[in-house]
C-alpha cells in the first residue's frame, strides 16, 4: 500500500534555531499534502494545506512565516519551524491523500516528528 | 479547529469485551472516517463511511453514521490488547475540503 515517509522522526533544538522536518510519499505522487500538529493527548489540529507547485495554504491562527512550507516535487513536501521556541514544541504529523481515490478520499499518514526546544 | 466530540474521552476494558465509541460533529459531511493511533505513532486509517450510508463493516469494526443526529459510532468486537490505541473520527466536508479530527478516544485493552 501508498507509504508517507516522515523524517526526522524526532528532533531535540536549542531555542532559536530552525528546524526541517520532510514528508515523502514513496510509491505515490501526492499533489497535496497536510501538515497537522498534536500536542499530547489532544487531537491533530491542521495546520496547512501543502500544494504543489504553489503556496501552502494556512490555517486561521497559524503563522506561515514561522512554519515554513515547500511543496517543490510531487513526492516530497517540507515544514520548516523557524527559530523555534519552546512553545513549539510538539508532534508534527504530515499526510497525504490517497492515490486514486480524489478528494474525499482517506489519508495515508507519516509516523510523525516529535519536536522538543530547549 | 476541531469539528465536535467524541465519547468517551477514555475507555477501559478487558480482553474480549467489545468496545463502543460516539463521535458527533457539526457541518454537513461528505463521509466520515475512523482512524487509530498507537501512542507516539501516526495515523491509520481503519474505515470511511459515506454520508448516504447508515452502517458499514471491516472485520471487527462496525460503523454506523446518522446524519439527522450528526452522529457516528464505532464499535470493535471481541476486543484484544493490541486494540489498545487512541481512535479518532474524522469529517470530510466539501465546502472546506479539509478532514477535520475530533478529540479522540484513548482505548485500553487489559489482558
Known amino acids: 500500500g501508498a507509504v508517507v515517509s516522515q523524517h526526522p522522526s524526532w528532533v531535540i533544538c536549542k531555542s532559536g534555531t530552525s528546524v526541517k522536518i520532510e514528508c515523502r510519499s514513496l510509491?505515490?505522487?501526492?499533489?497535496?499534502m497536510f501538515w497537522y500538529r498534536q500536542f499530547p493527548k489532544q487531537s491533530l489540529m491542521l495546520m496547512a494545506t501543502?500544494?504543489?507547485?504553489?503556496?501552502?495554504?494556512?490555517e486561521q491562527g497559524v503563522e506561515k512565516d514561522k512554519f515554513l512550507i515547500n511543496h517543490a516535487s510531487l513526492t516530497l513536501s517540507t515544514l520548516t519551524v523557524t527559530s523555534a521556541h519552546p512553545e513549539d514544541s510538539s508532534f508534527y504529523i504530515c499526510?497525504?491523500?490517497?492515490?486514486?481515490?480524489?478528494?474525499?478520499?482517506?489519508?495515508?499518514f507519516g509516523e510523525g516528528s516529535r519536536l522538543t526546544v530547549l | 479547529s476541531q469539528q465536535g466530540e467524541e465519547d468517551p474521552q477514555a475507555l477501559s476494558i478487558q480482553e474480549g469485551e467489545n468496545a463502543t465509541m460516539n463521535c458527533s460533529y457539526k457541518?454537513?459531511?461528505?463521509?466520515l472516517q475512523w482512524y487509530r493511533q498507537n501512542s507516539g505513532r501516526g495515523l491509520v486509517h481503519l474505515i470511511l463511511i459515506r454520508s448516504n450510508e447508515r452502517e458499514k463493516h471491516s472485520g471487527r469494526l462496525r460503523v454506523t453514521l446518522d446524519t439527522s443526529k450528526k452522529s457516528s459510532s464505532l464499535l470493535i468486537t471481541a476486543s484484544r490488547a493490541a486494540d489498545t490505541a487512541s481512535y479518532f473520527c474524522?469529517?470530510?466536508?466539501?465546502?472546506?475540503?479539509?478532514?477535520?479530527f475530533g478529540q479522540g478516544t484513548t482505548l485500553q485493552v487489559k489482558p
Open positions: 501543502s500544494n504543489e507547485g504553489s503556496k501552502a495554504t494556512y
Open positions: 510509491d505515490f505522487q501526492a499533489t497535496t
Open positions: 499526510s497525504a491523500r490517497a492515490p486514486g481515490q480524489g478528494y474525499t478520499g482517506e489519508l495515508f
Open positions: 474524522a469529517t470530510y466536508s466539501s465546502n472546506t475540503g479539509k478532514l477535520i
Open positions: 457541518t454537513s459531511i461528505n463521509n
